[in-house]
Each structure stands twice: as structure tokens, then as C-alpha cells.
């Protein structure tokens, strides 16, 4: 359960957020992870790398303020530090010894959420679709999944940056 629940948790991150209308939806989500790097500066358990990460978080969460993909890397990043933290044995929740650790599994999750451009559920299924009626229609490209042309917002390219 120490493993499953943490993935549960990211899973209804995401569908909570999807409830959020886009451009306020990706923005909001740069807030999140913004304050997520700073979750551990009370603790201090690595000193100064406190601040040193949270900085580093901080720049990239404000570049996720236009980029899905830089929301992303951000969450990968606190991922690495939940781990540092686990294995240092500075959790996150001070009473809970292993809450790092299910941060760093829930993490990714929402990261991968993020890089598929923080889709909702019936936007994510349709850009699978449309990816998967797409592969190999190229010769010499099979295997290669393109990017649908237009999102179902009706922005040309329909990218994760969209």
C-alpha cells in the first residue's frame, strides 16, 4: 500500500486539476510545484542545498508558467530531492518516515501528466488516438508517434506548450 497509495495520490492530483480551465490550469500547476520545492526548507536537513534547491525549482516552475514541459521537469526535479530526503531520513511530514518516498513516487506521475501537456481525461484519450492513428503513416518513420495537428482547443500544433 506503501507504494500503490502515493499513485493513487497523483492520479487525483491530476484529474482534480483537469477540472481547471486552461491557461489558469497550467499556470496554477506552476504555482504547485513552485511551492513544493519549498516544502523542505523548514526541516533544513541539508542546510544551505535547501535554499540552492528551491531557487533552482523556483526558475524553473516560473518557466512552467508558459510551458508544460518546464512544470514537468520541475516536479522530476522534487522527485530527486524526495529522494534525497528519504535517504538522508529527513521525510517531508516529520512524523511520517517514509512520506518522502511517496512523494517521489507520486511525483512522477503528475510530472508525466504534465509532459502529455496537462491534458484532461477526454483530451489525453483523443491525443492518444490521434497519435496512435498517426504512427507510421510516414515511410520510414514506423514506430515514431506525431503529434496530432490541431488540440482539441483548437490551437494549431497541439503541443504540451500549447
Known amino acids: 500500500m506503501q507504494y500503490v497509495a502515493p499513485i ?11 477540472l481547471v480551465r486552461e491557461p489558469h490550469r ?7 510545484v513552485a511551492g ?9 536537513g541539508l542546510g544551505g542545498w535547501e535554499l ?5 525549482v523556483t526558475y524553473v516552475a ?9 512544470i514537468g521537469v520541475a516536479w522530476l526535479l522534487h522527485t530527486g530531492w524526495d529522494i ?7 521525510p517531508i511530514i516529520p512524523f511520517a518516515h517514509t512520506s ?7 511525483d512522477p506521475v503528475i510530472a508525466l501528466w504534465c509532459f502529455a ?29 506525431v503529434e496530432p495537428e490541431a488540440g482539441l482547443s483548437g490551437v494549431q500544433g497541439g503541443g504540451p506548450d500549447r
Not at 540552492?52 to 533552482?56: C, G, I, L, M, S
Not at 496537462?118 to 497519435?131: D, Q
Open 100 to 106: 518522502s518516498l511517496g512523494c517521489a513516487i507520486c
Open 26 to 32: 497550467r499556470r496554477f500547476n506552476a504555482v504547485m
Open 36 to 44: 513544493a520545492g519549498a516544502a523542505y526548507l523548514s526541516g533544513g
Open 62 to 70: 516560473c518557466r512552467g508558467l508558459d510551458s508544460w514541459t518546464f
Open 117 to 145: 501537456g496537462g491534458r484532461t481525461p477526454r483530451e489525453l484519450v483523443a491525443w492518444v488516438r490521434a497519435a496512435r492513428g498517426r504512427k507510421g503513416a510516414v515511410a520510414g518513420e514506423a514506430g515514431r508517434v
Open 8 to 18: 493513487g495520490v497523483g492520479l487525483l492530483y491530476t484529474l482534480l486539476m483537469s
Open 84 to 90: 534525497v530526503h528519504h535517504i538522508e531520513g529527513n
Open 52 to 56: 540552492a534547491f528551491t531557487a533552482v
